[in-house]
């Protein structure tokens, strides 16, 4: 893989002039090779070839700004990419920026090869300068660089002025924002979420390192390619499986082939089970960045199959499309949806038949106010407080449905046969026995089952009688259950309850439609005027912290993707007949509009999209910048669902 990226830092006096310095760099951790071009200690350019890109040349012209440019260079070797950062540090110096020597900054030393290393694989060009400042890095493939017009200077800007030009063209063309009466600023954020959703896919390669029931160690799998888009490219530079469907809502929208291919590379990573790895943690860089305890991916866990959300829209498409290629995609993606969707149903299937619960939940756990459910993508939101093999799960429950009936679809579609996905699909969907598995009638919503106690608090431990004086113990919280848990419905409202509203599976004439939907616009269960929280204000677990040192994630912040499939689902109801019809639709344009007016504002106070919003003040909140799903804003100002 080669790494291409830019570092800056600026040094600021209110006496003085802004410096900054700009440090782009280049490090290659396969067979290949990079050569630079020194010229009077300015790093003119750097040759490489590699598997992947072939031969390629980086070239680094002159500023057309910036006052007292001085350059300095890295050449050295690193044997992990994940030490490329303290590599850099350990080969900075101190110098002056003026003749007086009265501004510092740090420049990089120059060649700095360990003896007896292998080729230098780790080069990094560093221009300082006063601000303002402007620079070009110029990348072109050994096809074109021989060539006498280097895309730079005034033929990259008009270059870039096309090309910007088209964007924006498009933009307008498929999500049409300027008709639903969003002004200039409005639609400049919209284009921003976009292009960084965008800008956001890359290309991984690696193995992952796999847990099995089948090995006592884990293992690596083999090395795979992966093309997809990241949640927070600062944050979280890996693949997601739970992010990547609602990555695609979007991407499918701006360009469908390039989500297909997507959708595509990630079943390429099932196994001969039907399992692919939830997280993609692919190469030492990738799992540098990640905590031991979520690096060893376990084949019993699963995911939610969010890649079935895109596909329903892309597969819409290409039942009426003509292109061959389309068919073609339908015919290579459908075995391994099957496979995946078997592989749901013999491993996370419930004790009962027709139920389903998520695998994954620390039974033997003291210190968790309530066992995470990682494998949900929902981690901390409640679940039964004693997990065991009775559990039933309602969202699963639904991805379930939803699959089943895409891939009747897709059967359909090839003209195969779909009697077994439709029969899933019609009992998965149908509504009395939903209501018998996972109603409450006391009250009146849809719930998760299982052995469950909602008594249940942390608390500091008591020393131990034979503890001697200055002998250390843990003192974390540990968790005590106040009453006996028995097995019923956890009955805590938040975005568990909304799954068979959110996927449509609730009829639309059902009175517990009715129920759903003023229950959404109750302020004291999940109403707010930036979104729906994600657990109602009455439930025991509101804003508690799980461990003493985990704050809340799940457990009443505003989440952007669960509000876009309400969303979804609204404008669905409004435009289905039905006696609850105009109901759905007040309640979707008021949601939508405090949606939308307050991501637009947190954007324009702080600069950025957020991973989850505040249920109160609907400040941002968690990783940022956070263009991943966060980004279904974008459907959500067109209305597209």
């Known amino acids: 893989m080669v790494l291409l990226h830019a570092i800056s830092s600026y040094f600021q006096d209110v006496n003085r002039p802004v410096i900054v310095s700009l440090m782009f760099y280049v490090a290659l951790d396969e067979q ?27 070239s680094f012209p002159k500023p057309r700004d910036g006052k007292g440019i001085k350059y300095h260079h890295l050449i050295s070797y690193s044997s992990r990419l994940d030490r490329l950062k303290d590599l850099l540090q350990n080969s900075l110096r101190t110098d002056s920026f003026n003749k007086e020597r009265t501004i510092p900054f740090f420049a ?12 230098p694989n780790f080069m990094v060009h560093q221009v300082t300068a006063q601000l303002p400042l402007e620079m070009e890095v110029v990348f072109e493939s050994g096809s074109h660089y021989d060539r006498h017009d280097s895309l730079q200077g005034d033929l990259f800007s008009h270059k870039l002025e096309k090309y910007s030009k088209g964007f ?10 300027e008709k639903k009466g ?6 400049d954020f919209a284009k921003a979420a976009l292009s960084n959703m965008i800008g956001s896919i890359g290309y991984f390669y690696g193995s992952s390192v796999v847990k099995s029931k089948y090995n006592k160690e884990p293992i690596y799998y083999w090395p795979a390619p992966l093309y997809t888009g990241v949640p927070s490219r600062s944050f979280f530079p890996r693949g997601f499986l739970w992010d990547e469907g609602f990555h695609n809502l979007l991407i499918s929208q701006w360009d469908p082939e390039i989500s297909k291919d997507i959708i595509a590379h990630w079943l390429d990573l099932l196994n001969a089970e039907g399992w692919i790895p939830r ?21 019993e866990n699963a995911n939610p199959p969010t890649l079935f959300l895109p596909l329903q829209g892309l597969i819409k498409d290409m039942i009426t499309s003509q292109d061959p290629k389309d068919k073609q995609f339908l015919k290579s993606v459908y075995p391994r949806l099957q496979k995946w969707f078997s592989w749901f149903n013999t491993t996370q299937v419930g004790g009962e038949p027709l139920t389903y619960y998520w695998r994954g939940r620390d039974e033997k ?22 997990p065991n093999s009775k559990e039933r799960h309602i969202d699963l429950r639904c991805w379930m449905a939803l699959a089943s009936g895409i891939l009747a679809d897709i059967a359909k579609t090839l003209e195969q046969d779909s009697t077994e996905y439709e029969a899933t699909h019609k009992v998965l969907t149908d509504n009395t026995l939903l209501d018998k598995l996972h109603w409450s009638s006391k009250k009146e919503r849809y719930c998760d089952y299982g052995l469950h106690s909602d008594r249940v608090v942390l608390v500091k431990p008591k020393p131990p009688k034979n503890l001697q004086p200055g002998q250390p113990y843990d003192q974390d919280k540990i968790r005590d259950v106040k009453t006996t848990p028995q097995m019923q419905f956890v009955t805590s409202f938040g975005y568990v309850s909304l799954f068979p509203f959110m996927l449509k599976i609730v009829e639309p004439k059902s009175l517990k439609l009715y129920k759903i939907l003023n229950d959404l616009t109750n302020p004291d269960l999940l109403w707010t005027n930036y979104g729906l929280r994600s657990l109602a204000r009455n439930a025991p677990q509101y804003q508690k912290r799980n461990t003493e040192h985990d704050p809340p994630y799940w457990r009443g912040a505003i989440w952007i993707n669960m509000n876009y499939l309400t969303l979804g689902a609204l404008h669905f109801y409004s435009n289905t007949p039905g006696p609850y ?61």
């Open 32 to 58: 290949g090779s990079l050569s630079p071009n020194i010229m009077k200690n300015k790093m003119e350019s750097i040759s490489g070839q590699s598997v992947e890109l072939g031969n390629f040349k980086l």
């Open 108 to 119: 990089l030393a120059g060649r700095l090869v360990p003896r007896d290393s292998p080729d």
């Open 168 to 177: 924006d063209d498009k933009f307008s063309r498929i999500f049409d924002i």
């Open 182 to 187: 969003y002004n200039a600023a409005e639609i």
């Open 279 to 299: 997280e993609q943690i692919l190469g030492a860089e990738a799992r540098a960045r990640v905590p031991d305890e979520f690096v060893v991916q376990r084949n």
């Open 365 to 386: 756990t003291v210190k968790e106010l309530n066992p995470k459910t990682l494998t949900s993508g929902l981690d901390d939101y409640p679940r039964a407080s004693h």
């Open 581 to 641: 019809q105009q109901l759905a639709q007040g309640i979707y344009k008021d949601l939508r509009a405090n949606i939308v007016n307050n991501i637009i504002k947190e954007y324009y106070r702080t600069g950025y999209i957020y991973e989850q919003y505040n249920d109160k003040t609907g400040e941002g909140k968690g990783s940022h910048p956070f263009t991943g799903w966060s980004a279904l804003v974008v459907l959500i100002m067109a209305e597209k669902y």
